[in-house]
């Protein structure tokens, strides 16, 4: 779902981010009369496993037992009741919601859920204080996905393209990278996450308003840092005979077809599936971004629902963002492929993800040959412009 770009005046998108902040200050009057620490704890709590869930109130419940007995005054048992659930949750909600396949030791990848529970929590904080139409323009989400995955995944298997994944993962977790040491200079945290296979979010929260050029920024120091790595470039040998093998003959009747071939006529068929891939491999990950405020003044976020809750809401402003960021992203691949294909043939017929792919790729330039040689045919035929043959 893509923002559908009306361009507004300053003075209509200000109305516009003022209306939704009223309206989400009235879905949080009418939330709940229960103390907010509680309905986080409780709300956070919900979405543990239940194993886990179970042991978090066998904790919570012996402390309050112990402290109950030690015959400490009610207010500061409750204070330190919910200073213990709150630390004992941050670390049961840190263990449970890893992406384990991505996550190596010191550096999490989150969850889809964890990142939407910050980003709730977030907006809690926001209305427990003085919120300002600028809270929204310091929230954003910028989407990533690898290029070319299902290629790798064909020259290296699986267990290699996980592991490059991992490493990749590790750029968008390490607090010491370049990119991330970067943020922290410009007073943005993030909350990293994997979204599926190899497509990761990240949940930025700013001291400052995410202009359109920071948000550029982010994407693009990202994609520098990604391309420039010498561990994700080192994952593939183009000149390494299993990986021509297994990238050009990945049936079993391929296979079976190259094995019965002799030593020269073997390495003949190598050296012609060589000089169809890039001189070295190259990683990239596509990206998009989207600031909150980009949600609410395109009207995405409807403010005439008499069901909506102030959960609901939220729950929905952060699916918004990423369903639009995922999708800017996927315009990207589209560019990046476009880009490909003028200068560099070589890399954009690996980015296509199947010989199958490759195979209609190439059909259609033979295709696309004999239509424009027909076209010209037609003219000199009836000395006028052919203008409309439909491919």
Not at 134 to 153: H, T, Y
Not at 228 to 240: I, T
Not at 277 to 301: C, N, Q, R, W, Y
Request: proline share 4%; hydrophobic share 35%.
């Amino acid at each position: 779902m893509e923002p559908r770009g009306i361009a507004q005046t300053p003075d209509c998108l200000g109305k516009k981010l003022e209306e939704a902040l009223a309206y989400l200050q009235r879905l949080y009057n009418q939330s709940s009369d229960i103390p907010d620490e509680v309905q986080v704890i409780e709300a956070i709590r919900k979405q543990l496993p239940q194993k886990t869930r179970d042991l978090f109130d066998f904790y919570a419940d012996a402390q309050d037992e112990a402290l109950r007995a030690g015959g400490e005054p009610a207010e500061q048992i409750l204070r330190i009741l919910l200073e213990i659930k709150t630390k004992l949750l941050a670390s049961l909600l840190e263990e449970n919601h890893c992406d384990w396949t991505l996550t190596t030791p010191g550096y999490p990848i989150y969850s889809r859920s964890l990142g939407q529970s910050v980003f709730k929590r977030y907006i809690r904080s926001i209305m427990q204080g003085h919120p300002t139409i600028e809270d929204f323009q310091r929230i954003g989400v910028v989407f990533f996905d690898g290029n070319g995955v299902k290629s790798i995944d064909a020259c290296i298997g699986y267990d290699q393209v996980t592991k490059y994944l991992k490493r990749a993962a590790q750029i968008f977790t390490d607090p010491q990278g370049p990119t991330r040491r970067w943020l922290d200079t410009e007073g943005i945290s993030i909350t990293p996450m994997s979204v599926g296979g190899d497509e990761f979010a990240l949940l930025l929260c700013s001291q400052a308003p995410l202009s359109a050029q920071t948000m550029e920024q982010i994407v693009k120091r990202f994609q520098e840092e990604i391309a420039q790595s010498e561990d994700l470039c080192s994952f593939l040998d183009f000149n390494n005979r299993d990986v021509l093998i297994n990238f050009s003959f990945q049936t079993e009747q391929a296979r079976m077809q190259f094995d019965a071939l002799d030593a020269q006529a073997q390495e003949k068929e190598l050296l012609k599936v060589r000089s169809t891939l890039p001189a070295a491999f190259s990683p990239s990950f596509s990206g998009g971004k989207v600031t909150l405020d980009e949600v609410i003044a395109d009207g995405m976020i409807p403010m005439n629902n008499k069901r909506a809750t102030f959960d609901t809401t939220r729950e929905l402003m952060f699916d918004s963002m990423m369903r639009i960021a995922e999708a800017r992203q996927a315009e990207d691949k589209k560019r990046i492929k476009e880009h490909l294909k003028e200068t560099d043939d070589a890399q954009y017929q690996f980015m296509l993800r199947t010989p199958d792919d490759r195979t209609l790729s190439e059909e259609n330039s033979h295709l696309r040959e004999e239509i424009d040689e027909l076209k010209r045919t037609l003219r000199e035929k009836a000395g006028t412009t052919v203008t409309d043959i439909n491919s």
